[in-house]
């Protein structure tokens, strides 16, 4: 089955204390991204990738790494998170041959930092 | 920069009715494409129903169809015959087209909560 997955669904952690998400697709899809979403915000784009070892910054990047050693793989970074990450994350892909490729989500990741 | 812009946090509506759901965008592109998500309690995002700029002709999708006014930049989701199952949160979706930067990321509205009551 064609899917995106995310890793973990739930994640509750304390300020300053460094975690990955982890985001798997298996549909050999060059572009990856991932976006936060937050009430009366909608989803915001924090990093995208257009292939391996090529990222680039969304909207929203501080705060926020990610690394693309393989084509599957896009892992979000949070080195030192700080309370105002606590979010909904979402990873994504799609193809990059045709512009009106839907973006496949995952199911995302509910992120609590206390 | 594009905006989405989506005025109505929450609309709700019968079952077996008819809704509209309102987007605007604000672009200087002539070339992007609009998107419809569903986003359940379960929180996965559903690709409802997109339409390319280029074309004229409104998009539907089964019960699903779209006012696509390119002049006023408005992009509005008419959901028919509303079943229990569409209550979600609907987000308004643009992506610009080829060139430039920022391939493939999309410009999400704030959303809109729809109840369907029996």
């Known amino acids: 089955e064609a899917q995106v997955t995310q890793n973990p669904r739930y994640l509750i952690t304390v300020t300053g204390k460094k975690l990955t998400v982890t985001c798997s697709q298996n549909?050999?899809?060059?572009?990856m991204s991932w976006y936060r979403q937050d009430p009366g915000l909608g989803l915001r784009q924090i990093y995208y990738?257009?292939?391996?070892?090529?990222?680039d910054k969304g909207d929203v990047p501080e705060g926020y790494k990610v690394s693309r050693k393989e084509k599957r793989n896009f892992p979000l970074i949070l080195e030192s998170p700080s309370p105002n990450q606590t979010s909904l994350y979402f990873c994504?892909?799609?193809?990059?041959?045709?512009?009106?490729?839907?973006?496949?989500f995952g199911n995302g990741t509910r992120l609590t930092v206390t | 920069a594009q905006t989405v812009t989506q005025s109505q946090p929450e609309m709700s509506v019968q079952e077996a009715e008819t809704v509209t759901l309102s987007c605007t965008y604000d672009?200087?592109?002539?070339?992007?494409?609009l998107f419809w998500y569903k986003q359940p309690p379960s929180r996965q995002m559903i690709l409802v129903i997109r339409?390319?700029?280029?074309?004229?002709q409104n998009a539907t999708e089964n019960r699903f169809s779209v006012n696509f006014q390119k002049a006023a930049k408005s992009f509005s989701l008419k959901i028919s015959d509303s079943q229990l199952g569409d209550a979600a949160m609907y987000f308004c979706?643009?992506?610009?087209?080829?060139?430039?930067?920022?391939?493939?990321?999309?410009?999400f509205g704030q959303g809109t909560i729809l109840t369907v009551h029996p």
């Open positions: 339409q390319e700029a280029y074309k004229q």
């Open positions: 672009t200087s592109e002539s070339d992007y494409y």
């Open positions: 979706a643009y992506r610009k087209g080829a060139g430039g930067t920022s391939y493939g990321k999309l410009t």
């Open positions: 994504a892909s799609s193809s990059v041959g045709s512009y009106n490729s839907p973006l496949h």
């Open positions: 549909m050999n899809h060059e572009y």
């Open positions: 990738s257009m292939n391996v070892e090529v990222t």
